[in-house]
């Protein structure tokens, strides 16, 4: 059976055993902030934004995906522009099928390992303690669903244990 794992630190550090990283991208699929230029800068900065350029002639639409090799990270990168919970009318709503996309396109990719943050909890404004209980539970349902591994990366201990004990409560078995 597919698990849920949560770990903290670095994400760069997570990458061995999966196919895939989450990359909660701008809608120019540039280098940006946060773990954006944190993969961009260890797949090849100059590498991923010549990919994207000659590939993709448009912005992202909200919750659209697109994969990219993932050059020097030697998986591939599954790309999410998340949506911006200021920009929403049902923010959690709208962050929930981001999670669901994920899945159905790495299902459909045949990825079996996927890498991630906590999608939308740095500059498109989620708070952590307001978002954990529904997106463990979502993660949780999609991993059997989808018969997929899901390493959920997170930045800091106190952020770590608010998913952990909120995964203890959720726990499938």
């Known amino acids: 059976?597919?698990?849920?794992?949560?770990?903290?630190?670095?994400?760069?550090?997570?990458l061995s055993g999966n196919?895939?990283?989450?990359?909660?991208?701008n809608k120019h699929m540039k280098?940006?902030?946060g773990v954006c230029g944190v993969i961009y800068n260890f797949a090849g900065k100059n590498l991923l934004e010549e990919y994207c350029l000659r590939s993709y002639n448009?912005?992202?639409?909200?919750?659209?995906?697109?994969?990219?090799p993932g050059f020097n990270l030697k998986i591939d990168i599954l790309h999410i522009y998340a949506p911006k919970k200021h920009e929403s009318k049902n923010p959690l709503n709208d962050l929930l099928k981001?999670?669901?996309?994920?899945?159905?396109v790495a299902k459909d990719n045949k990825y079996n390992n996927?890498?991630?943050v906590s999608i939308g909890?740095?500059?498109h404004g989620y708070k952590h303690k307001e978002i954990v209980k529904k997106v463990i539970q979502k993660i949780n349902r999609l991993v059997i669903k989808y018969n997929i591994n899901f390493t959920l990366v997170l930045p800091r201990h106190?952020?770590?244990?608010?998913?952990?004990e909120e995964y203890k409560k959720d726990k499938i078995l």
């Not at 597919?2 to 997570?14: A, E, P, Q, S, Y």
């Not at 448009?58 to 990219?68: D, H």
């Open 98 to 104: 981001s999670y669901e996309k994920i899945f159905t």
């Open 58 to 68: 448009k912005n992202m639409e909200t919750n659209e995906i697109r994969i990219t």
């Open 114 to 116: 996927i890498v991630s």
């Open 19 to 25: 196919d895939l990283i989450i990359n909660s991208t």
């Open 1 to 14: 059976m597919k698990k849920l794992k949560i770990v903290c630190g670095d994400i760069i550090d997570h």
């Open 121 to 123: 909890t740095g500059v």
């Open 31 to 33: 280098y940006g902030s």
């Open 158 to 164: 106190n952020i770590y244990e608010l998913y952990l």
